[in-house]
């Protein structure tokens, strides 16, 4: 059974950075593209990025390039997103995702000070 | 970027009923390898999205033949026969033929 699950949400401050991680499971992880997906509060979907299996090729969308850093370590099964600068406008959850096919439950991310 | 424009944005029906959405996107989406890379999302509340359809007209593993797109170019359908209680939700067409990938905005399948 494929498994996506996010962790390192949670509440921070204006101008601070945190890391996201999706741990991934039932599937062979190096195979796969990746990707993250957000949705502030009440809001649609947003498309973040994505990354090809052997971290060669990284896409994101242009406003987010930046801030947002996509990364994997396929030895541990694990999809990283590392945003900086962060804003009231990042509040969201976030959800990781193995080529939009199968999806992870999201976390939360609040930022706020 | 490629802006999808979903109509309506609310869509009320009477469990039974047939449902339609629409995805106009503001180019084609026709990718240089000659395939559509247009899908269609679930999202239940509470939940997070699932795929239905993907390239534009096929059903993803377990979805049922109730659900049914179609479209070319940049027009495209959904079409739901025989709405039952769990496609209730917000829906989204999303495309990954020109980067960066982008979603519509949702339409609402609710009760009337």
Redesign the interface.
Known sequence: EVKLVESGGGLVQPGRSLKLSCAASGFSFNDYWMGWVRQAPGKGLEWIGEINQDSSTINYTPSLKDKFTISRDNAQNTLYLQMSKLGSEDTAIYYCARNLLYWGQGVMVTVSS | ?VVLTQTPVAQPVTLGDQASISCRSSQSLVHSNGNTYL?W?L?KPGQ????LI?KVSNR?SGVPDRFIGSGSGSDFTLKISRVEPEDLG?Y?C?Q?TH????????TKLELK
Do not use: K, R
């Not at chain 2, 997070?48 to 795929?51: D, G, K, N, V």
């Not at chain 2, 980067?99 to 949702?106: I, K, L, N, V, W």
């Open positions: 970027d899908e999302y999202q997070s999205p699932q795929l993907y993803f917000v989204y999303f990954a980067d960066p990938y982008t979603f519509g905005a949702g």
